[in-house]
């Protein structure tokens, strides 16, 4: 479990806090969304829990172990990793193959068990055949996978994605996502930066951030549908229920509480369904 407890944080203690008073618990295998307008302090959130940055105030505990105790960083740093917005920040190799064995040959293991980790890694995410690759050959969505690949070959327990779709293209996007669903059916906790708020109808939880602080949380089917509220943050809403929101205020016999497509297909079928003569 990764445990925040009474967080205080600021880049300069002249400038105020940008983390202020954050209370979490994330629960080992569950997929944990958050969102909120930009610069409210999500992705200085995420660099807490696996110890890139120290609180002011408060601690931030991973499976007990203190991100403050300098002995323990290390291991924290393999349980929890960290997939960043842009790929070219963490690709450091110059192959896909050498960059994804970069975390477990830090970690001292012996070559045979790295090339294990590298072939299972690149395997999961579909970047295999491009073992041999330059980084810089790839698409951007190419390089979020190998990106994602480097971080499963240090074997973690939580995965910590920082808006990982940004700036893809829809195919791109689909095929991150897909590989992201699956790491979590399998076991691993995803903790789920994004804008996109579709992104996180299957989230297990979703955590609403403004002004560095944890204003509500809940499942999507709890947050998602209050449209005004999320567009009062400046956020976007999923497509899907905002259509049945609208529909609603034109007075449709409807719940608005859709969050998938099929989920709204069958709201609207039931509605003209009872029309029909």
């Given amino acids: 479990m990764i445990e925040a407890r009474n967080v205080f944080f600021s880049y300069d203690r002249g400038e105020g806090p940008i983390l202020k008073d954050i209370n979490l618990d994330i629960l080992e295998g569950r997929y944990v969304g958050i969102i909120g307008p930009n610069g409210c302090g999500k992705t200085s959130l995420l660099r807490h829990l696996d110890g890139l940055l120290i609180p002011d105030e408060g601690e931030v505990l991973v499976d007990g172990m203190n991100t403050r105790d300098p002995r323990v960083l290390r291991k924290i740093r393999q349980l929890v990793g960290l997939v960043f917005q842009n790929p ?32 299972r890694a690149l395997g999961i995410v ?11 050959t790839l698409s951007s969505g190419e390089k979020q996978l190998v990106a994602i690949a480097g971080v ?22 689909k095929r991150i996502l897909g590989v992201m669903r699956r790491l979590h059916r399998e076991g691993l906790t995803v903790i789920h930066v994004t804008h996109h708020i579709d992104e996180i109808v299957h ?18 089917g709890e947050i998602l549908p209050r449209i005004e509220w999320l567009k009062g943050l400046g956020l976007d809403t999923p497509i899907v229920t905002e259509l049945l929101w609208r ?10 509480e859709a969050l998938t497509l099929q989920d709204a297909c069958e709201q609207l079928y039931s509605m003209i369904a009872e029309k029909a003569p």
Avoid: C, W
């Fill in 88 to 119: 070219d920040t963490q690709i450091v190799g110059t192959t896909v193959e050498e960059d994804v064995s970069f975390g477990p040959g830090n970690l001292m293991l012996p070559p045979a068990e790295i090339k294990r980790h590298v072939e």
């Fill in 126 to 136: 579909g970047m295999a055949p491009h073992a041999g690759r330059q980084p810089h």
């Fill in 152 to 173: 499963l070959a240090m074997n973690p327990r939580y995965i910590a994605f920082d808006e990982p779709t940004a700036s893809l293209d829809p195919l791109a996007r």
């Fill in 203 to 220: 989230a297990d939880e979703v955590l609403v951030m403004e002004q560095g602080t944890i204003i509500d949380r809940g499942t999507p």
């Fill in 247 to 256: 529909l609603k205020r034109m007075g449709a016999d409807i719940s608005a």
